[in-house]
């Protein structure tokens, strides 16, 4: 079933950090921004710092909602382009099937690269990390099944 597969749970996953991640920054990003803004003129009656701290956390609640919500489609498009390219390469043949995770990394990596229009050393730096995650991806699924296979499971 498609719940099960790591086709969905990748990308899935990957909103779901990114979510957390983005509501995280963009709404200290927010407390920050109106902390500044509003440094000039500080309240000074107890209604005034009530008020003052009501607008500042809704603020911060609407800029955290959304920035999670960019960051979280920006993971899950990224895992989800690392799946894609993944079972792409598994659907090849024999052949590719041991650098799947190796070929997936670099595609992603090129495709942020092309994305965010990266120089080319710094395009260069994420092909190399995409292929070391890559690399350690496929030694993960290496040894897993490799452990599987000494345990005596052949499925």
Do not use: Q
Request: contains cysteine; glycine residues 16%; positive net charge.
């Amino acid at each position: 079933p498609i719940l099960e597969s790591r086709y969905f749970i990748l990308p899935a996953s990957a909103a779901l950090v990114g979510v957390f991640i983005g509501a995280v920054r963009g709404s200290r990003l927010a407390s920050l921004r109106f902390l500044a803004e509003n440094a000039h003129r500080p309240p000074k009656t107890i209604r005034g710092w009530y008020l003052y701290n009501k607008t500042k956390n809704y603020k911060r609640m609407a800029a955290g909602l959304l920035s999670g919500g960019k960051e979280g489609v920006k993971l899950g498009v990224t895992a989800l382009v690392w799946v894609g390219i993944e079972d792409g390469l598994g659907r090849c043949g024999a052949g590719f099937d041991d650098l799947k995770e190796v070929g997936a990394g670099v595609g992603t990596a090129g495709a942020f690269s092309i994305v965010y229009r990266l120089r080319w050393r710094t395009a260069s730096r994420a092909l190399m990390l995409g292929s070391i995650i890559g690399g350690g991806m496929g030694f993960l699924r290496w040894a897993r099944e490799y452990l599987k296979r000494a345990r005596g499971d052949f499925i």
